[in-house]
C-alpha cells in the first residue's frame, strides 16, 4: 500500500538565500500595499454610489479586507527583521512538500511514522533526514 507524508524542506541561511528571501518579503509587502490601496479606491467609489443605511456593510466589508492585509503585511515586518538578524548557517523553515512510501505487511509503524526532513544549501540537496519519535508513544507528556 502506498501512503502519502510530508516532508518539511528547510534552507540553510546564506547570503544569498537571505537576500532572495528579503527580496521575496518585499516584493509580498509591495503587493499586499497595492491591494490596500485599490481597496481603499473601490471603498471610496462605493461610498458614494450607495445610500447610507448600506453603509455600514460597506465599512464592514472594505475595513475587513484592509486590516487583514495590515496585519500580513506586520507578520511579514516581523519575519523580515528576523531574517536580517539570524545568524549564516541558521535553518529556515520552507516549505511542505509530499512523498509517497510503500507499508507492507510485516513492516515497523514506528519507521513510516518518522517525519522526514530536506535541507538545502544554495539550492542544492544536502541532507535528507529522518526526525524520530518514541518507540513507544501511548504515554504522551
Do not use: C
Given at each position: ?6 516532508v518539511?524542506?528547510?534552507h540553510?541561511?546564506t547570503?544569498?538565500?537571505?537576500e ?8 509580498e509587502?509591495?503587493r ?17 454610489e ?8 460597506i ?10 492585509r ?13 531574517v ?6 541558521s535553518?529556515?523553515?520552507g ?12 513492516d515497523?509503524?514506528?519507521a513510516?511514522r518518522?517525519?522526514?526532513e ?9 541532507e ?9 508513544d501511548?504515554v504522551r507528556?
Amino acid at each position: 500500500m502506498r501512503i502519502e507524508k510530508n516532508v518539511l524542506v528547510r534552507h540553510v541561511l546564506t547570503e544569498d538565500y537571505r537576500e532572495k528571501l528579503l527580496k521575496k518579503i518585499g516584493s509580498e509587502k509591495e503587493r499586499l500595499n497595492t491591494e490596500i490601496e485599490q481597496l481603499r479606491f473601490q471603498y471610496q467609489k462605493q461610498l458614494k454610489e450607495q445610500t447610507g443605511r448600506n453603509k455600514s456593510a460597506i465599512d464592514a466589508k472594505y475595513n475587513g479586507e484592509i486590516n487583514k492585509r495590515g496585519q500580513r503585511i506586520e507578520s511579514l515586518n516581523f519575519r523580515e527583521s528576523k531574517v536580517k538578524t539570524l545568524p549564516e548557517g541558521s535553518l529556515v523553515t520552507g516549505e511542505k512538500v509530499q512523498r509517497f512510501t510503500d507499508v507492507q505487511v510485516g513492516d515497523r509503524w514506528s519507521a513510516h511514522r518518522l517525519e522526514d526532513e530536506i535541507i538545502i544549501e544554495d539550492d542544492i540537496v544536502r541532507e535528507i533526514r529522518s526526525k524520530g519519535e518514541d518507540e513507544d508513544d501511548s504515554v504522551r507528556h
